[in-house]
Nanobody, 127 residues
């Protein structure tokens, strides 16, 4: 099975940037649809960004549109989430997710579409 490990979280001031990394091991995720989700205290897990297995199609939650960018580096077997203009409401544990089932150019915003998850990395944005 594939294992996912997030890194890059931390404490930043509002308006600053962070780049989250999700390193995959065990097998390549180059042919997997990938996604980022987050969960704030006392709130449900919510969709943040998604990337298709092929074709480079992306989709973002309205709350992060224009500020966050999801990308893939096949050579490193990793995906990234570039987060700019961070706001206090972005504070959450961020999770990387992968879908091993064939999906081609489709993007998935529902967490149930993914079957592998990382353990999460904390992002805290102070005002």
């Amino acid at each position: 099975q594939v294992q996912l490990g997030e890194s890059g979280g931390g404490l930043v001031q509002a308006g600053e940037s962070l780049r989250l990394s999700c390193a995959a091991s065990g097998r390549t995720v180059n042919g997997y649809a990938m996604g980022w989700f987050r969960q704030a205290p006392s709130k449900e897990r919510e969709f943040v960004a998604a990337l298709s297995a092929t074709g480079g199609n992306t989709r973002y939650a309205d709350s992060v549109m224009g500020r966050f960018t999801i990308s893939r580096d096949n050579a490193k077997n990793a995906i990234y989430l570039q987060m700019n203009s961070l706001k206090p409401e972005d504070t959450a544990v961020y999770y990387c997710a992968a879908r091993s089932f064939f999906s081609d150019v489709v993007v998935f915003t529902n967490s149930y579409a993914y079957n592998f998850w990382g353990q999460g990395t904390q992002v805290t944005v102070s005002s």
